[in-house]
Nanobody, 123 residues
Framework: QVHLVESGGGLVQPGGSLRLSCAAS????????MGWYRQAPGKQREVVAT???????YYADSVEGRFTCSKDNAKNTVYLQMDSLKAEDTAVYYC?????????????????WGQGTQVTVSL
């Protein structure tokens, strides 16, 4: 079993930045990729970024060029640097991990996920 704990959410003004962190513990040797998905009220879950241990990265079109996903394999930690934030980025952000090969581009493709952290972009 893998346990994921997110941190770094909060309130930020449009155009601002936030950095999310997620530390994995437990059976971390089984993880082959980690990433983030989000869910806003009334909307479906959306994978925003995912990164394999080998460095292959996926970004949703909605965040490409604004968000950066990085991963410290030694620390079993994944980060999401979010710049140029927009009101439509407001959501609960979940850290997630996958134990099989291949990039997770849908939330269902992840095997583990955290409790989530709220990101609110507003004046």
């Amino acid at each position: 079993q893998v346990h994921l704990v997110e941190s770094g959410g909060g309130l930020v003004q449009p155009g601002g930045s936030l950095r999310l962190s997620c530390a994995a513990s437990g059976s971390t040797g089984s993880i082959v990729s980690m990433g983030w998905y989000r869910q806003a009220p009334g909307k479906q879950r959306e994978v925003v970024a995912t990164k394999t241990n080998g460095g292959i990265t996926y970004y949703a079109d909605s965040v490409e060029g604004r968000f950066t996903c990085s991963k410290d394999n030694a620390k079993n930690t994944v980060y999401l640097q979010m710049d140029s934030l927009k009101a439509e980025d407001t959501a609960v952000y979940y850290c997630a991990a996958r134990r099989t090969l291949g990039l997770a581009t849908t939330a269902k493709a992840f095997d583990y996920w955290g409790q989530g952290t709220q990101v609110t972009v507003s004046l």
